[in-house]
């Protein structure tokens, strides 16, 4: 059951050509068409969906009226993305090849079945090769052509073939979920009691080379689980050379790479930002960033828009954990162009990353303009620990612009927004704000340096602390700290 928000979050993630595209499939429909395309428009125009001015716009069947106009959305994008994915084409032929086959057409029908079996070769998609298997089988007799059993043992074949390669690939697909999960719980694995307790937990021999599997995409798969898995152990070399493995993957298949570039997009992004951990793979990382940069102009829209928001949040992260915050300042027009360009204002961690710079550079009003930004328009973005620590950036820029009145309000304001989500008096950012921001911003000049010394021992020992995650915001605001001492 959809939610009344669904239509609008649909037209909102639609880019500029889908939405043209749309238009102009949806007017040849002509005056039928002219009360959805109104409500399209009045949709599209909104910044936050507020459903009390669509009801005066239409009063009657607003409910069966969304509902007709997702589904044209969704029948027109169908078409839209059918040029360019050669996964809908396969789809496309398989239906054609049925529509021939119930009109008696059956060497037409197999000519279609024959098309889509090559594309669905060449996208290593097995589920959908499975499918046409049995279609060919079913085929076989009904062409009225002479059928031997060696058709049919080849198809048995190519059958138990297509089995295997699924059955790998939902192998290590089911082991690299459970893997995330644990990565979910805890990042890294403190002990070796944690780590003989996963081995217990998972089937790791899994993971070994000997066990490597055939299959191409549960090859994918296969490093994708080491990468996670290393990753739990800390070992950053052999995350990175999984990685590794996985971008050169992707080359030796260019059909699933341009059908799957956003995921190609992701696993460079990962091995970029295993790489800058380690000043001996920069190189690496670099070539294979200036390689995607160089396929920018022949994506899609959509393939810029992600290799934008990867290449920005890689590079900025890159930057701020090499202390150099100078060179991130120097990005962030050209970033800040991309948000607007993109649409990405949206994304709660690049604009977070961007107010953070602006802080980390005491270009303290920009900091709070972005900090603003993500209070009043991300409120749903579904990361609250961003959401909190911008609140404190902002305090501290207005602090810092000596706007004493106004760092009042925000005191005020991020105390009731900590209380309404139901903060815990001892977590990190009510004990920052309560036991420390108040009594820096209240002290006389005399007393400021005491209260910051006494806010960097309290960020010292939550770092320090063996076997937990540090809170975020904590080493930027320890550099503030010491700048000010």
């Known amino acids: 059951m959809r939610s009344k928000e669904d239509l609008f979050q649909l037209i909102q993630s639609m880019s500029k050509s889908e939405k043209r595209y749309f238009v102009l499939d949806a007017k040849k429909s002509g005056r039928s068409a002219s009360r959805y395309l109104s409500l399209f428009d009045a949709m599209n125009s909104m910044e936050d969906y507020d459903e009390e001015p669509l009801k005066e716009l239409f009063p009657k069947n607003l409910s069966s009226d969304k509902a007709y106009l997702y589904e044209a959305i969704l029948r027109s994008m169908r078409d839209y993305r059918s040029k360019g994915s050669k996964a809908a ?103 070796l009691h944690s780590i003989e307790a996963l081995k217990q937990r998972l089937p790791v021999e899994l993971l070994e080379e000997r066990n490597r599997p055939t299959s191409p ?79 920018k102009s022949s994506g899609s829209h959509h393939n810029q828009r992600i290799i934008f928001f990867k290449l920005s949040i890689s590079n900025l992260l890159h930057l701020l954990n090499q202390n150099d915050f100078e060179n991130a300042r120097k990005m962030l027009p050209e970033i800040i162009e991309g948000v ?98 108040r009594k820096i911003f209240n002290a006389p000049l005399n007393e400021v340096k005491p209260a910051l010394a006494e806010l960097k021992t309290f960020l010292e020992g939550i770092r320090d602390q063996p076997d937990t995650e540090n809170p975020l915001g904590l080493d930027e605001l320890l550099i503030y700290v010491e700048r000010k001492l």
């Not at 197999?110 to 594309?119: F, N, P, V, Y």
């Open 89 to 191: 084409q396969v789809k496309e032929r398989l239906m054609d090849s049925r529509y021939l086959y119930e009109r008696g057409l059956y060497e037409q029908s197999t000519g279609r079945i024959m098309e889509a079996k090559a594309m669905a070769s060449e996208l290593q998609d097995q589920f959908t090769l499975l499918e046409i298997n049995k279609e060919e089988q079913i085929s076989l007799f009904d062409r009225r052509a002479k059928v031997q059993l060696e058709h049919i043992e080849k198809l048995n074949q190519e059958r138990k073939q297509t089995l295997k390669a699924i059955h790998e690939e939902l192998t290590y697909l089911d082991l690299y979920y459970r893997l995330l999960l644990e990565v979910f719980q805890e990042f890294n694995l403190k002990d």
């Open 340 to 437: 607007n360009k993109f649409g990405s204002r949206k994304s709660i961690v690049l604009t977070g990353n961007i107010s953070i710079v602006y802080f980390l550079v005491e270009d303290y009003e920009n900091c709070i303009y972005w900090a603003d930004h993500i209070i009043k328009n991300l409120k749903n973005s579904g990361r609250e620990d961003i959401q909190r620590i911008v609140r404190l950036y902002k305090l501290i820029s207005h602090f810092e612009l000596d706007d004493v009145e106004q760092v009042e309000l925000e005191v005020r304001a991020t105390q009731r927004y900590f209380k309404s989500h139901g903060l815990p008096k001892d977590r990190f950012e009510n004990v920052l704000l309560n036991e420390h921001f």
């Open 217 to 295: 995409q549960a090859v994918r798969r296969f490093y994708q689980c080491n990468a996670t898995y290393y990753n739990l152990l800390g070992e950053t070399v052999k995350v990175f050379h999984n990685f590794l493995n996985i971008v050169k993957w992707w080359e030796e298949y260019p059909a699933l790479k341009e059908e799957e570039f956003h995921r190609y997009i992701i696993d460079i992004s990962n091995l970029v930002n295993t790489g800058y951990e380690n000043k001996e793979f920069h190189p690496i990382a670099q070539e294979w960033l200036d390689r995607l940069k160089r396929e």
